[in-house]
């Protein structure tokens, strides 16, 4: 047998439920892995390593329990490690949020996304690294180093989700969940080379983010293929949530790994390179980008899909409006005023502006996102999928938002060179065709389908993002599967 880590997220599930390996196999090499790799990775804020045997020796006793007729039916995940951003609570183990200026406490019980997936099996490794309170397009914080990309260890691994993308990519674990308010999971997707999908509001129940008032955050899966971001979309989606097992409704209930399965239909795909961001923050793809965007486009027709351009108009007034909603919740977070001082300049920044904010800005605002919603969706609807590249730039150098340069820590603010505004200019040039999609609800996935040094492995990924109508998550993972992905 291959090495485990070697395995597909679907191949090791066989593996574990047939009994050919254990759960403390499984949970062991992984955990073997982390403790070689994390210290030049930082993909891990918190392993906990303990706690995951103990776990996964009562997930071999379940099974032998299942396999003797004594017990009940195996879970869909059984045995299965993976671990959740830190800024998801798991029961007994530190929240940091990435941030410095909160007292970092074990969390009195799992929140919602950790009690989903443990319930269906799965063996938690620890937490993940993120940026302060998951606000950036960066993985990089006060606490801890920071997350780097596996493919260059000089570059970042994206955020919010860069340090579950790093592991999985690194194949410290099989897959992971991560959540996507702004592009947090197609980001570090692009980034590392992974298949990341962001379901459309509502799939996927709530609960993982307070002060998100415009409803942009989902959780959803990052994965090495298309088959095992579907096993584990199946997990986070609830049974009536579930999809058609044809694909269309009426029809009885099946999942999303069967339907990745079966070759999508022939599609009408526009391509657009059209951003609400041109208007504040005008940039130019660079050619890596471009060559992503060929590549999707061969790809796509050579499977028998037709694309075209797809000019897209967008409001002005959107990078106004979208900061002031993404920034909502940090202005309400708890935090004494003795540690203000210890935020990183970009939150303190955005911080101090929400809480000059009148309700009633921000809920003119909320309006607007909801009328752009709609004017967008209307636009899209002219094509089966909109397809743009994932990123607009490379995956940078670890410090290049922050204007620190790179090293092997992390920085006090006297080294931070940038101030807030120019680091989130960075960022909206960096991903300019992200935050949209959750604005308008939409499902949306990453692609890799490019390499700059010219094949898998070689130099640095770069990928490409397809956007569906409402329900499409499905037809996202057939056309990555398709693909070859």
Same mark, same amino acid.
């Given at each position: 047998?291959?090495?485990?880590?070697?395995?597909?997220?679907?191949?090791?599930?066989?593996?574990?439920?047939?009994?050919?390996?254990?759960?403390?196999?499984?949970?062991?090499?992984?955990?073997?892995?982390?403790?070689?790799?994390?210290?030049?990775?930082?993909?891990?804020?918190?392993?906990?390593?303990?706690?995951?045997?103990?776990?996964?020796?009562?997930?071999?006793?379940?099974?032998?329990?299942?396999?003797?007729?004594?017990?009940?039916?195996?879970?869909?995940?059984?045995?299965?490690?993976?671990?959740?951003?830190?800024?998801?609570?798991?029961?007994?183990?530190?929240?940091?949020?990435?941030?410095?200026?909160?007292?970092?406490?074990?969390?009195?019980?799992?929140?919602?996304?950790?009690?989903?997936?443990?319930?269906?099996?799965?063996?938690?490794?620890?937490?993940?690294?993120?940026?302060?309170?998951?606000?950036?397009?960066?993985?990089?914080?006060?606490?801890?180093?920071?997350?780097?990309? &596996?493919?260059?260890?000089?570059?970042?691994? #994206?955020? =919010?989700? *860069?340090?579950? !993308?790093?592991? +999985?990519? $690194? /194949?410290? @674990?099989?897959?992971?969940?991560?959540?996507?308010?702004?592009?947090?999971?197609?980001?570090?997707?692009?980034?590392?080379?992974?298949?990341?999908?962001? &379901?459309?509001?509502?799939?996927?129940?709530? #609960?993982? =983010?307070? *002060?998100?008032? !415009?409803?942009? +955050?989902? $959780? /959803?899966? @990052?994965?090495?293929?298309?088959?095992?971001?579907?096993?584990?979309?199946?997990?986070?989606?609830?049974?009536?949530?579930?999809?058609?097992?044809?694909?269309?409704?009426?029809?009885?209930?099946?999942?999303?790994?069967?339907?990745?399965?079966?070759?999508?239909?022939?599609?009408?795909?526009?391509?657009?390179?059209?951003?609400?961001?041109?208007?504040?923050?005008?940039?130019?793809?660079?050619?890596?980008?471009?060559?992503?965007?060929?590549?999707?486009?061969?790809?796509?027709?050579?499977?028998?899909?037709?694309?075209?351009?797809?000019?897209?108009?967008?409001?002005?007034?959107?990078?106004?409006?979208?900061?002031?909603?993404?920034?909502?919740?940090?202005?309400?977070?708890?935090?004494?005023?003795?540690?203000?001082?210890?935020?990183?300049?970009?939150?303190?920044?955005?911080?101090?502006?929400?809480?000059?904010?009148?309700?009633?800005?921000?809920?003119?605002?909320?309006?607007?996102?909801?009328?752009?919603?709609?004017?967008?969706?209307?636009?899209?609807?002219?094509?089966?999928?909109?397809?743009?590249?994932?990123?607009?730039?490379?995956?940078?150098?670890?410090?290049?938002?922050?204007?620190?340069?790179?090293?092997?820590?992390?920085?006090?603010?006297?080294?931070?060179?940038?101030?807030?505004?120019?680091?989130?200019?960075?960022?909206?040039?960096?991903?300019?065709?992200?935050?949209?999609?959750?604005?308008?609800?939409?499902?949306?996935?990453?692609?890799?389908?490019?390499?700059?040094?010219?094949?898998?492995?070689?130099?640095?990924?770069?990928?490409?993002?397809?956007?569906?109508?409402?329900?499409?998550?499905?037809?996202?993972?057939?056309?990555?599967?398709?693909?070859?992905?």
């Amino acid at each position: 047998m291959a090495e485990i880590h070697e395995l597909s997220a679907v191949g090791l599930r066989d593996a574990l439920r047939s009994g050919e390996l254990s759960a403390r196999q499984a949970t062991a090499h992984f955990l073997d892995r982390i403790a070689d790799n994390n210290p030049h990775l930082g993909a891990f804020i918190t392993v906990t390593a303990e706690q995951a045997l103990a776990d996964a020796a009562a997930a071999d006793t379940r099974h032998a329990r299942a396999a003797n007729d004594g017990g009940p039916a195996l879970p869909l995940l059984h045995g299965m490690p993976t671990a959740f951003k830190d800024l998801t609570d798991v029961a007994g183990v530190v929240t940091t949020h990435g941030s410095a200026a909160l007292e970092h406490k074990p969390a009195p019980a799992d929140g919602a996304l950790a009690a989903a997936l443990k319930g269906v099996g799965v063996i938690s490794l620890g937490k993940t690294q993120v940026p302060e309170f998951g606000l950036t397009a960066y993985s990089e914080n006060r606490i801890a180093p920071p997350s780097r990309n &596996p493919y260059a260890l000089s570059r970042s691994s #994206g955020g =919010s989700s *860069g340090g579950s !993308a790093a592991a +999985v990519a $690194a /194949g410290l @674990l099989p897959f992971a969940p991560g959540s996507d308010g702004g592009g947090s999971i197609r980001i570090p997707a692009a980034a590392c080379g992974l298949v990341g999908l962001k &379901p459309g509001r509502g799939l996927v129940p709530a #609960g993982e =983010s307070t *002060g998100d008032p !415009a409803r942009l +955050v989902v $959780a /959803g899966p @990052l994965a090495r293929c298309a088959a095992d971001a579907a096993l584990l979309l199946d997990a986070l989606v609830p049974a009536e949530n579930a999809p058609r097992a044809s694909g269309r409704s009426p029809g009885p209930r099946g999942s999303y790994l069967a339907l990745a399965g079966q070759d999508p239909p022939r599609l009408r795909i526009g391509v657009s390179l059209d951003s609400p961001w041109q208007a504040v923050f005008p940039f130019t793809p660079d050619r890596e980008a471009l060559d992503a965007l060929a590549a999707g486009i061969s790809l796509l027709e050579a499977a028998g899909h037709e694309t075209g351009e797809a000019p897209i108009r967008y409001d002005n007034r959107y990078p106004g409006t979208f900061t002031t909603a993404w920034t909502a919740g940090v202005g309400g977070a708890r935090i004494a005023p003795q540690r203000e001082a210890l935020l990183t300049p970009l939150t303190r920044t955005f911080r101090r502006r929400a809480q000059q904010r009148s309700a009633a800005k921000l809920d003119e605002a909320l309006g607007f996102l909801r009328q752009f919603e709609r004017d967008t969706v209307a636009q899209f609807a002219a094509w089966d999928l909109v397809l743009s590249p994932a990123l607009a730039q490379t995956p940078r150098p670890v410090g290049w938002f922050t204007g620190a340069g790179h090293g092997d820590g992390y920085w006090p603010a006297a080294e931070r060179a940038t101030d807030a505004d120019e680091d989130y200019r960075k960022q909206c040039e960096f991903a300019p065709w992200s935050s949209l999609v959750n604005v308008c609800g939409l499902p949306a996935i990453s692609i890799p389908v490019h390499w700059t040094g010219g094949a898998p492995g070689s130099g640095v990924p770069m990928g490409i993002q397809l956007v569906g109508p409402v329900g499409s998550e499905g037809l996202l993972l057939q056309v990555a599967a398709q693909l070859g992905f």
